[in-house]
């Protein structure tokens, strides 16, 4: 599960568009117990926070997304153990979904938000939902990509549902990557996550260029292995549970998934039908990351979602 793991966060990180050199962040921090909660901001408008997922990546894979919105105050959350906010040693006794919205908290209140809206990807959405469970006053919308349902049963069938979208050839592939002692670790990763990738694009052309565009002076900081291995060990992690509180949301709730999703369940489905003010978008021809494969289906989507709040 580690290597799906890593192979999500690669492809994520790998999700910034050629042109987000170009786009204007600056970079604040909040004092917190243990160092600072660094986040990132840019523009002018109504504003938007963009949750990452994982869990144990940071933010800067979303602006992939942030960066062809013009027209809003785009945030970007390094939550404390991720990215630039990693003074803490990771720990399962404080390592949670809870602990991250609490970041989120903290950073709406030093930017003085009132309102914002959220858009959440993959782990994403289940921060999403809780921090509008427990703030539904400062949100104005909830925007879900690749949602992962209310809970963490989908990781039992994760790993089935990825093989299955290999080849024999492939899986041969990954047992000869494995046993072979004289490649370097970049070496070894880069033919590793060029054959599971396969499994999260619906054009899985895709997926060698990308790995190619791997921003150097970010690897250091897009992902800690002991932030996610924490989150796993933590004790609820298992019974955790958000959909009592998500389906008594009135607040307008917002879907975008590919039709292709490896993490697809029927329980996108389920939320959509049960909730009070939903929308579920199906984009087709596509896998995890809908703005990369489908960008003017899905931006046309978000925009028109933004446009309504």
């Given at each position: 599960?580690?290597?799906?793991?890593?192979?999500?966060?690669?492809?994520?990180?790998l999700?910034?568009?050629?042109?987000?050199?170009?786009?204007?962040?600056k970079?604040?921090?909040?004092?917190?117990e243990?160092?600072?909660?660094h986040?990132?901001?840019k523009?002018?408008?109504d504003?938007?926070?963009?949750?990452?997922g994982?869990?144990?990546?940071?933010?800067?894979?979303?602006r992939?997304?942030?960066?062809?919105?013009?027209?809003n105050?785009c945030?970007l959350?390094?939550?404390?153990?991720?990215?630039?906010?990693?003074?803490?040693?990771?720990?399962?006794?404080?390592?949670?979904?809870?602990?991250i919205?609490?970041?989120?908290?903290?950073?709406?209140?030093?930017?003085a938000?009132?309102?914002?809206?959220?858009?959440?990807?993959?782990y994403?959405?289940?921060f999403?939902?809780?921090?509008?469970s427990?703030?539904?006053?400062?949100?104005?919308?909830i925007?879900?990509?690749?949602f992962?349902g209310?809970?963490?049963?989908f990781?039992?069938y994760?790993?089935?549902?990825?093989?299955?979208?290999?080849?024999e050839?492939?899986?041969e592939q990954?047992q000869?990557?494995?046993?072979?002692?004289?490649?370097?670790?970049?070496?070894?990763?880069?033919?590793t996550?060029?054959?599971?990738?396969?499994?999260?694009?619906f054009?899985?052309?895709?997926?060698?260029?990308?790995?190619?565009?791997?921003?150097?002076d970010?690897?250091?900081?897009y992902?800690?292995?002991?932030?996610n291995?924490?989150?796993w060990?933590?004790k609820?992690?298992?019974?955790?549970?958000i959909?009592?509180?998500a389906?008594k949301l009135?607040?307008?709730?917002?879907i975008?998934?590919?039709r292709?999703?490896?993490?697809?369940?029927?329980n996108?489905?389920?939320?959509?039908?049960?909730?009070?003010?939903?929308?579920?978008?199906?984009?087709?021809q596509?896998?995890?990351?809908?703005?990369?494969?489908?960008?003017?289906?899905f931006?046309?989507?978000?925009r028109?979602?933004?446009?309504?709040?």
């Amino acid at each position: 599960m580690n290597q799906v793991l890593k192979c999500i966060i690669t492809a994520l990180i790998l999700s910034i568009p050629y042109y987000s050199i170009f786009a204007q962040y600056k970079h604040d921090s909040v004092k917190i117990e243990h160092g600072y909660l660094h986040y990132y901001t840019k523009g002018k408008g109504d504003a938007i926070v963009f949750l990452q997922g994982g869990p144990g990546f940071s933010s800067y894979y979303m602006r992939g997304i942030a960066d062809s919105l013009n027209n809003n105050m785009c945030i970007l959350i390094d939550y404390e153990g991720t990215g630039r906010s990693q003074k803490r040693k990771s720990d399962s006794s404080w390592v949670s979904p809870e602990k991250i919205v609490s970041d989120i908290e903290q950073v709406r209140k030093k930017l003085a938000i009132n309102k914002w809206t959220i858009i959440g990807h993959s782990y994403g959405t289940h921060f999403g939902l809780l921090y509008a469970s427990k703030y539904p006053a400062m949100v104005r919308k909830i925007v879900l990509l690749a949602f992962i349902g209310t809970n963490n049963q989908f990781q039992r069938y994760s790993w089935d549902n990825i093989s299955i979208r290999l080849s024999e050839t492939d899986m041969e592939q990954l047992q000869i990557i494995e046993k072979d002692t004289l490649l370097s670790g970049p070496d070894r990763e880069f033919r590793t996550q060029s054959i599971i990738l396969k499994a999260y694009f619906f054009d899985k052309s895709k997926v060698v260029p990308f790995l190619k565009s791997v921003p150097n002076d970010e690897n250091e900081f897009y992902y800690n292995d002991s932030f996610n291995y924490a989150y796993w060990l933590n004790k609820n992690y298992w019974k955790w549970d958000i959909s009592n509180d998500a389906l008594k949301l009135e607040i307008p709730i917002r879907i975008i998934q590919g039709r292709q999703d490896f993490v697809n369940d029927g329980n996108q489905s389920i939320f959509d039908s049960k909730a009070k003010n939903s929308k579920l978008y199906y984009i087709e021809q596509s896998g995890h990351f809908s703005w990369l494969e489908r960008p003017s289906v899905f931006f046309e989507i978000l925009r028109k979602e933004l446009k309504e709040m």
